[in-house]
């Protein structure tokens, strides 16, 4: 197991030790460690959605140590939060689980067709609070990306200089895309082809759709013959299109739904060699020893087995 993770270090050839020794940790922690699978803890929801639609089904989660606590009971491979989730428990932690801070954040307060979310933490912060990776948010497709793109890239080159890894959250949204075109197969791609040529370690994608947005990108598409009729087929794509599987690509999980249908994602992920999942609402939106068991059961889907 331990080549697999020397294999996926030696697609970062150009960033320091430091930088691949926490690309190495992120892979080398918990149930998934030295498989190059990934199962993280995102719990940016609070800030993103609000904290009753977050944690009110699962009173627990208000607390932010709960999350600490969850991410390492589970075995994920790492915990990302925003500044204060991660202030509030990063000493009592220390040491037991990487962490990824996540640096802009988007409120749901107002009625945004073309999100631009805030810088809410920084590099030296990741530094502080002893985190393996920090995480950012673009939004392709927003009449705002230019701003984000570039805000990333000081981002990135700081956090490469410092030797921490970088998690990109690429989620096409926009005045210029249709609801459903925000995860066509075509859309997910070019987002995670965006995010691998602006320097991301890890890229975070929504699940992508068989709909077809672009209509010159179709032409392609439909002439060349593109495999995108499954679920796996289009991973395979999207992770094709982060440099040929030289980037590691993780699909979130999205709004909490029924486990079987989650295990058949995860499976359709792992047969098109994505590289796990990030799996927040899920996760946290159960009574901890459901959610344990339910990580457990992804985890294992990952290595191989059937739950």
């Not at 697999?4 to 149930?31: C, F, H, M, P």
């Not at 699962?58 to 991660?86: E, R, V, W």
């Not at 640096?103 to 609070?129: F, I, Q, Y």
């Not at 079987?260 to 609402?281: K, L, M, N, P």
Request: net charge neutral; charged share 20%.
């Amino acid at each position: 197991m331990a080549d697999r993770v020397q294999e996926i270090l030696n697609w970062y050839s150009s960033d320091n030790v430091g930088t691949r020794t926490n690309i190495a940790r992120l892979l080398r922690s918990g149930k998934l460690a030295g498989t190059g699978q990934l199962v993280i803890l995102p719990v940016d929801q609070g800030f993103e959605h609000g904290p009753a639609r977050s944690f009110a089904s699962n009173p627990g989660g208000y607390n932010p140590l709960y999350h600490f606590q969850l991410a390492i009971d589970a075995g994920c491979n790492a915990y990302a939060a925003p500044l204060g989730s991660l202030e509030a428990g990063a000493a009592e932690f220390a040491g037991q689980i990487p962490l990824i801070l996540k640096l802009n954040n988007h409120d749901v307060l107002h009625d945004e067709k073309d999100p631009l979310p805030s810088v809410t933490g920084s590099v030296k912060d990741a530094l502080r609070l002893g985190c393996s990776a920090v995480g950012f948010t673009i939004y392709p497709g927003s009449s705002h990306c230019n701003i984000m793109y570039q805000q990333l890239r000081a981002i990135t080159e700081e956090a490469k200089d410092y030797g921490l890894a970088v998690v990109v959250w690429s989620y096409p949204r926009g005045s210029v895309l249709s609801k459903e075109g925000e995860t066509a197969i075509d859309v997910i791609a070019y987002g995670a082809q965006i995010a691998a040529q602006l320097g991301a370690h890890i890229i975070k994608v929504k699940l992508p759709s068989a709909h077809l947005e672009q209509a010159a990108a179709k032409k392609v598409y439909e002439s060349v013959k593109i495999p995108i009729t499954t679920l796996a087929e289009r991973v395979r794509h999207v992770v094709q299109s982060s440099f040929d599987g030289r980037r590691i690509v993780i699909f979130s999980g999205g709004a909490k739904s029924d486990d079987q249908h989650v295990f058949e994602e995860a499976r359709a992920i792992r047969d098109g060699g994505g590289f796990g999942s990030i799996i927040g609402r899920n996760s946290f939106q159960r009574p901890k020893a459901e959610a344990i068991k339910f990580l457990h059961a992804i985890m294992g889907i990952y290595s191989g087995e059937k739950p």
